[in-house]
């Protein structure tokens, strides 16, 4: 059963679960470390031909300030991954208690800084700085995380002019989209979450393949009952378990982009990761789904690579 199941949900999504379990369906995993390996495996060789060819090698600059546990993680599971494609990292740690003057020191350095192709300044940032300013800074041309306002921008506009790079995690859910074969065209899609990094820039690029696109939010009336009009549904909402069986149309495609960590003292680390999903209800209705974790996590970084190799292919004109 899941962890914080609302009772009134409860009995609906046990009702549908039973009718899923006798017709014993069962989703297709979407391997999303599977498909982050091929990839990484792709980039590693295409930087590789490029390193032979033209001796350059491309870098990618993170900035982390502060000392969240959790930022100190990503940022060295993405120096690892760098390593392994032959990507070289450069790193700027911050105390805390740092000026946004001090992080706009670095990020000048790193935009001026030709070995340099990607900038990425991980979030959250502190709350006393201004994460606007901040990531205005960031040279376009090196706005590999796509969370520059003029590349969310002309994501928002087509017929335009494109944008340099498209945010990691929502390019990495319709990467797995394409590599699964699941079609986007005319499919009417859900996105649960608004946020500037996930929500907003998924909702944009779904329709940009053609589909019918709602997005559910807080504020959102009756949530349950337009998730369960989607093909495909995008979660984004880091509340642990929030969608239920019952939110799902029997046959839907779930892309769970929560990584929730949910204690746990049986578990080494004290929690246990979750999605935003009831992911043993989904997986009984869905025709697909990812899991937490392994699905899309590891496409977020394969992804960054991705848009770290493009910069550099395109600042020296390499194909
Ligand atoms: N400027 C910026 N860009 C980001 O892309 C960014 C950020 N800030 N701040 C934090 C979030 C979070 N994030 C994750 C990436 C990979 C996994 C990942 O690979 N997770 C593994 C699980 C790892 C584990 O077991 O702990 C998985 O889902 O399988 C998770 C989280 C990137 N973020």
């Known amino acids: 059963m899941c962890i914080g199941v609302i009772s009134t949900y409860r009995r609906r999504s046990f009702t549908t679960l039973t009718a899923a379990m006798t017709s014993e369906t069962t989703a297709t995993i979407i391997d999303g470390k599977s498909v982050a390996k091929q990839i990484k495996d792709e980039i590693a060789s295409e930087i590789s031909r490029m390193k032979e060819t033209t001796g350059i090698v491309p870098g990618l600059a993170v900035i982390l300030v502060g000392d969240r546990k959790d930022s100190a993680t990503y940022v060295r599971n993405k120096k690892k991954a760098c390593e392994a494609a032959g990507i070289k990292s450069y790193e700027a740690k911050l105390p805390e208690d740092s000026t946004e003057e001090e992080v706009l020191k670095f990020i000048s350095e790193f935009n001026d800084d030709p070995s340099v192709h990607g900038i990425l300044v991980q979030l959250p940032l502190p709350r006393h700085m201004n994460e606007e300013t901040i990531l205005n800074a960031v040279r376009i041309e090196k706005d590999v995380d796509g969370f520059h306002p003029l590349n969310i921008g002309r994501l928002a506009m087509r017929g335009r002019q494109e944008p340099l790079f498209v945010p990691c995690t929502p390019k990495g859910c319709i990467e797995l989209l394409h590599r699964y074969g699941i079609d986007i065209k005319g499919k009417r899609a859900v996105v649960i979450g608004r946020s500037n990094i996930v929500g907003m820039p998924a909702a944009l690029l779904l329709q940009r393949e053609d589909a019918t696109v709602s997005i559910i939010h807080s504020r959102t009336k009756n949530p349950e009952e337009i ?93």
Not at 228 to 236: E, F, V, Y
Not at 251 to 266: E, L, M, T
Not at 286 to 302: C, F, L
């Open 227 to 319: 998730a369960r009009q989607a093909d495909i549904i995008i979660s984004a909402t880091g509340q642990p378990n929030m969608v239920k069986g019952s939110w799902i149309k029997p046959g839907a495609v779930i892309i769970d982009v929560g990584i929730n960590p949910v204690d746990d003292p049986a578990s080494p680390r004290g929690y246990q990761l979750v999605g935003d999903v009831c992911y043993e209800e989904a997986c009984k209705i869905a025709s697909a789904i990812t899991p937490v974790p392994g699905g899309v996590g590891p496409m977020t970084i394969a992804m960054l690579l991705s848009n770290t190799l493009i910069s550099a292919k395109r600042v020296h004109n390499f194909e």
